[in-house]
């Protein structure tokens, strides 16, 4: 039996990225931005799934962010996640790698009791690949980044095959040890229809609290209740639940700031322009055996 | 929090700078004993870095037997290399190695360290920025030392950490103005590697390393590493393919112009994703910084990020259907027309020279 924590993040599509989504300040405005379920993330969870059915276990995800964050904590439930946790709050707004990492690596302590934790190599909205190695350090226990493979699971070991520089090798590490994954180490899994029936209402205690207030007849409390005997509660965490430092929190425990923000200014001007066709491009060839390039 | 020495005399009670963080730091990384091309090139920027601020450079050097590339590093810049050595150090593993910096860092001070965006750099400098409550800036495009204003206040030698941002029509400056130590991660062929004329003289300061159960966490069983590595960074003359070729089938001219003219193929980030070419001829920010005679861009649109680890080429030329495409703006040759169509003409034009 092995318990498994999967670190999630919900990140902006950057496909679908145009300059309307920039904020002055240089950050973007996740609002305009369709969110997705980080893809590095899924295939996280994929693994941590794998090792459940494999070995026994659990499999709890965690995701940090704002309340619609619980989206992608559905889409784990409907994979097969066991236990999800929201860890929302305004004070957390602003966050960079470093204060993430605190808090998340807090959420992990409070719900301890695990063997893994799992998470993508990074994220596609920053591409830092920090958050998991911060944290790993922040708990005070082994990594295994840029993972491939779980070729083994023992009693109190995991054997992992990992890309390194040129090549790959084979680790072999203590439990409990966090584990990022690279994209296509496995297929995640599609969504099982019968766990869409069983979540799609599966709520935030956010959720719920927006629920009552538009309705005078419904009290949080009640609501909480109810839906944790029906198992569709997904846990949630605001600063006051946690025992965090909050110098720590947001953007005051982020060390990194935006001084700058240029758009790019291109050069342009000198270009020749060449024509598709023969001529033109044996002009081109001409060009360049002149300039040595060629020939 | 670090302090502007001008802000000496402040009613506020501000300290003066701790004089002994104007050092620049980089971690040497080194791989079956050899060391990375990218930390000799991070030694050539920090060069730059700690005369700016009237700082020493100094070489992290952490392996067995590697008292050789510590007293490499003095051609490179560094000032004084610190030399860690112990057999169990042989290979790079996250707990020892990050363990080390740590102490070290907490214990110096330096104002900044720098890593390579390898996949070892990448694993040890979160974990010490995490332990050491740094910023930490990945894949940084252009490094600067400045005295910067920042929300009306005044701070001396903050690291102007640059990278293109989030959708890559901006390039964003990162600072970390209230940390003690700034650390940045760079990519491979990034900065130029400019050795010396005449090296440092060699000071190497031996630190000794104290095994602690905690480094044997983890064990490597077995590495394999090939030899015969992609070498783009020395290619004369590189033929890149794009997401614009639409099917892995089409990409197959990119690889035939290639052979064709002798170049090596390279990808955009999307043509990786899709499958067309491995990561590692991946050219860009999150790839390979290169600057050959001759970069031809084949279906590339040319965001940021790909112009980022091109755009110093001798000669560009693009390749596109659409003319509107922000590679033209920084091509010095450019074709509109559809790759299928051009590559096959270029090569039989080439080959009718060549006769």
């Given at each position: 039996m092995f318990n498994s924590i999967v670190m999630v993040k919900q990140v902006p599509d950057t496909a679908n990225i145009s300059g309307k989504v920039m904020k002055d300040d240089g950050t973007v405005n996740r609002t305009k931005l369709p969110a997705i379920f980080n893809h590095e993330d899924r295939v996280a969870l994929e693994l941590a799934l794998q090792v459940k059915e494999k070995y026994g276990g659990k499999v709890t995800a965690v995701t940090m962010g704002p309340?619609?964050?619980?989206?992608?904590?559905?889409?784990?439930?409907?994979?097969?996640?066991?236990?999800?946790?929201?860890?929302?709050?305004?004070?957390?707004a602003g966050a960079d790698t470093l204060a993430t990492s605190y808090v998340l690596s807090e959420v992990i302590k409070k719900i301890g009791n695990y063997?893994?934790?799992?998470?993508?190599?990074?994220?596609?909205?920053?591409?830092?690949?920090?958050?998991?190695?911060?944290?790993?350090?922040?708990?005070?226990?082994?990594?295994?980044?840029?993972?491939?493979?779980?070729?083994?699971?023992?009693k109190n070991k995991i054997k992992i095959k990992r890309k390194i520089d040129g090549g790959y090798e084979i680790?072999?590490?203590?439990?409990?040890?966090?584990?990022?994954?690279?994209?296509?180490?496995?297929?995640?899994?599609?969504?099982?229809?019968?766990?869409?029936?069983?979540?799609?209402?599966?709520?935030?205690?956010?959720?719920?609290?927006?629920l009552a207030e538009g309705n005078s007849l419904l009290y949080t409390d009640r609501l909480?209740?109810?839906?944790?005997?029906?198992?569709?509660?997904?846990?949630?965490?605001?600063?006051?639940?946690?025992?965090?430092?909050?110098?720590?929190?947001?953007?005051?425990?982020?060390?990194?700031?935006?001084?700058?923000?240029?758009?790019?200014?291109?050069?342009?001007?000198?270009?020749?322009?060449?024509?598709?066709?023969?001529?033109?491009?044996?002009?081109?060839i001409d060009q360049l055996m002149t300039d040595h390039i060629f020939g | 929090?670090?302090?502007?020495?001008?802000?000496?005399?402040?009613?506020?009670?501000?300290?003066?700078?701790?004089?002994?963080?104007?050092?620049?730091?980089?971690?040497?990384?080194?791989?079956d004993g050899k060391p990375a091309d990218v930390s000799f090139e991070l030694l050539c920027k920090g060069h730059k870095l700690a005369q700016a601020m009237n700082g020493k450079l100094k070489s992290i050097v952490i392996g067995d037997g590697v008292e050789e590339i510590a007293k490499e590093t003095f051609r490179y810049g560094a000032d004084e290399a610190l030399l860690v050595e112990h057999p169990s150090l042989k290979n790079y593993r996250t707990l020892p190695y990050s363990r080390i910096i740590n102490d070290l860092v907490k214990t110096v001070v330096p104002r900044i360290v720098l890593f390579g965006a390898t996949v070892i750099g990448r694993d040890v400098a979160p974990r010490v920025a995490s332990h050491t409550k740094s910023g930490l800036t990945a894949d940084c495009t252009d490094l600067q030392v400045s005295d910067v204003k920042y929300l009306g206040k005044d701070y001396s030698n903050l690291l102007l950490q640059i990278r293109p941002a989030f959708g890559g029509n901006i390039i964003a400056t990162i600072i970390t103005p209230d940390v003690s130590t700034q650390m940045a991660t760079v990519r491979e062929g990034v900065m130029e590697l400019t050795p010396l004329e005449k090296p440092n003289e060699i000071k190497i300061t031996r630190v000794e390393y104290k095994p602690d159960p905690i480094d044997e966490l983890v064990q490597i069983i077995e590495q394999h590493r090939e030899s015969n590595k992609v070498n783009l960074k020395a290619a004369p003359i590189i033929v890149a393919g794009g997401y614009g070729l639409s099917t892995k089938e089409n990409f197959k001219l990119v690889e035939e112009l290639a052979n064709t003219i002798g170049g090596e193929i390279a990808g955009s980030r999307a043509a990786v994703d899709a499958g067309f070419v491995t990561p590692d001829r991946q050219v860009g920010q999150t790839g390979v910084t290169v600057r050959p005679k001759l970069y031809i861009a084949i279906g590339i649109s040319g965001?940021?990020?790909?112009?980022?680890?091109?755009?110093?080429?001798?000669?560009?030329?693009?390749?596109?259907?659409?003319?509107?495409?922000?590679?033209?703006?920084?091509?010095?040759?450019?074709?509109?027309?559809?790759?299928t169509e051009v590559i096959p003409a270029f090569i039989e034009a080439y080959k009718h020279k060549l006769k």
């Open positions: 309340p619609r964050a619980s989206d992608v904590l559905r889409e784990c439930l409907y994979m097969g996640a066991n236990e999800t946790y929201l860890v929302s709050d305004r004070k957390f063997d893994f934790i799992f998470a993508g190599r990074q994220a596609i909205d920053g591409d830092t690949a920090q958050v998991g190695p911060q944290t790993a350090e922040k708990l005070g226990i082994p990594q295994i980044t840029y993972t491939e493979e779980i070729l083994n699971v023992e680790v072999e590490s203590t439990l409990p040890v966090l584990i990022t994954v690279l994209k296509d180490v496995v297929e995640p899994r599609p969504f099982s229809s019968k766990r869409v029936m069983a979540f799609k209402n599966a709520r935030s205690v956010m959720d719920l609290e927006k909480i209740h109810e839906y944790k005997e029906k198992n569709l509660l997904i846990n949630t965490f605001t600063m006051d639940d946690l025992n965090l430092d909050i110098q720590r929190c947001g953007i005051a425990g982020s060390p990194t700031k935006v001084h700058k923000v240029e758009s790019v200014v291109l050069k342009g001007g000198n270009q020749i322009k060449v024509e598709p066709t023969k001529g033109g491009l044996s002009g081109l | 929090m670090e302090q502007n020495p001008k802000s000496e005399n402040l009613p506020d009670g501000s300290q003066v700078q701790n004089p002994k963080s104007n050092e620049v730091w980089v971690f040497i990384e080194q791989r965001a940021i990020q790909h112009r980022a680890g091109m755009q110093e080429s001798n000669k560009i030329i693009a390749i596109n259907t659409d003319p509107e495409a922000p590679i033209f703006d920084i091509a010095h040759y450019g074709i509109v027309g559809d790759a």
